[in-house]
């Protein structure tokens, strides 16, 4: 997904990024971000692996473009959730049949 930012980053005066493009989908890398990391940190992290970016990029975001960075990563883990529960389901649904 490509985030458009409302607030582009001013790198130097020969870059500005405008856009961070984000999988659509997490891999088992990101949840590293969630080690040892308080909330805000772990977000930082899970982004910028998302967007395969540095994390000081991801710290320059204005607010509002973090906000809506942090809405989209936070979506795909609530997807993983529950597709990992629907798998667990199945999984014992099938074991009591037996």
Do not use: C, W
Not at 6 to 34: C, Q
Not at 68 to 84: F, W
Request: aromatic fraction near 4%; glycine fraction near 4%.
């Amino acid at each position: 997904m490509k985030l458009t930012l409302k607030h582009p980053i001013v790198v130097s005066d020969k870059v500005t990024v405008t856009e961070l493009m984000l999988r659509e989908h997490t891999i088992a890398n990101d949840y590293l971000a969630f080690d040892a990391r308080g909330g805000v940190a772990q977000r930082i992290a899970l982004i910028a692996s998302i967007a395969s970016t540095d994390e000081a990029m991801v710290k320059l975001m204005h607010g509002v473009d973090y906000r809506r960075a942090e809405a989209y990563v936070d979506r795909l883990l609530v997807e993983d959730e529950a597709q990992a529960a629907d798998i667990a389901d199945a999984s014992e649904s099938a074991s009591i049949k037996k």
